[in-house]
């Protein structure tokens, strides 16, 4: 299984989108300062996530989110919309059931 994910700082204005197979240890990854361009931005929480058969299908949708101004501005408006006020993430107690 591939995984296309986004991520939201919860400290500072950034967001994230990104590519695993992994999503649970990516995202430990992620927290731990082990990726060097989301380090400064941490702790990150998962905002959301999409599952794919196919990496390539992955790395497709990943393209989208990150070239699309419609894409993504879909993805931010639905969790403004739904997630926002509801969401209680904490990366270290995480658990997903993949």
């Not at 400064?40 to 990496?55: G, K, R, V």
């Not at 993805?75 to 107690?93: C, D, F, I, Q």
Request: overall charge positive.
């Amino acid at each position: 299984m591939h995984y296309v994910y986004f991520l939201k700082s919860k400290s500072k204005k950034f967001q994230y989108v990104g590519t695993t197979h992994n999503l649970k240890n990516r995202l430990k990854e992620h927290n731990t300062g082990g990726v060097v361009s989301t380090k400064p931005y941490i702790p990150l929480l998962l905002i959301y996530y999409e599952a794919y058969l196919d990496e390539k299908d992955a790395f497709r949708r990943e393209h989208s989110l990150k070239h699309s101004g419609p894409a993504i501005g879909h993805l931010k408006a639905e969790y403004v919309t739904h997630w926002r006020g509801n969401w209680r993430g904490n990366l270290e107690g995480i658990s997903i059931k993949l």
